[in-house]
């Protein structure tokens, strides 16, 4: 694939780990390189579905997420688990935890300009977004969406691939010397890349390391 050298990046993503303090696996297997992206509209619905989970979850109320979703046109796409937060049978900390993914999307459609896997996400990500306070319409936000070049995109997902494997190996090594763990703040961005590149179920996408 052209502009993409699996070798180079993953020396790069592994430079990225050593300089967080973190191990890195040699043995971990290269991404495919021919892996293509979704479609940006496919990639919008669920960036957009995202939201309105995660707005509900740090406290919009559930009538207007509800209608924002109605209003958008895609309850469908929902994943089943965000059906059940939605209804109140998944616990907060999954609705919370999709601002991760929302994070990761929003950069894959150039919503906001830098992405890292293990760093924080902009403080301003939810200005960007379109305000369900005030059912505010998503056309014009989907109108300004532009997919960055897939090369991009896979050295992304590889950096959070290597970084996913390192915290969960510093979880598994019980290093009280470390500062706090990412690893869940990490996989939700892989997840979300991921997905980018497979699409499916989101509620099935496959993290192993």
């Not at 070798?7 to 430079?15: K, L, P």
């Not at 999709?98 to 990761?104: I, K």
């Not at 959070?160 to 090594?173: E, G, M, P």
Request: with cysteine; hydrophobic share 40%; proline share 5%.
């Amino acid at each position: 694939m052209m502009g993409f050298d699996p070798i180079a990046v993953r020396n790069t993503s592994w430079h990225l780990v050593e300089r967080a303090g973190l191990r890195k696996n040699p043995d971990l297997p290269l991404l495919e390189s021919n892996l293509e992206l979704q479609p940006t509209e496919a990639i919008a619905n669920r960036l957009l579905c995202m939201t309105a989970v995660t707005s509900y979850a740090f406290g919009l109320p559930l009538a207007s997420a509800e209608a924002w979703l109605e209003q958008e046109k895609i309850r469908g796409a929902l994943s089943s688990r965000e059906r059940a937060f939605l209804s109140g049978k998944e616990h907060l900390f999954f609705g919370q935890s999709e601002v991760q993914g929302v994070y990761a999307l929003a950069w894959c459609t150039s919503v906001v300009e830098t992405f890292s896997a293990n760093e924080r996400m902009p403080d301003d990500l939810v200005t960007r977004l379109p305000d369900l306070r005030t059912l505010e319409s998503s056309t014009a936000f989907r109108s300004r969406l532009i997919l960055r070049p897939r090369a991009e995109v896979l050295t992304k997902l590889d950096e959070t691939y290597c970084f996913h494997w390192a915290w969960r190996d510093a979880h598994l090594s019980s290093n009280r010397n470390r500062k706090p763990n990412n690893m869940m703040l990490v996989a939700e961005r892989r997840k979300a890349l991921e997905w980018a590149f497979v699409g499916g179920d989101w509620d099935q996408i496959p993290l192993d390391t």
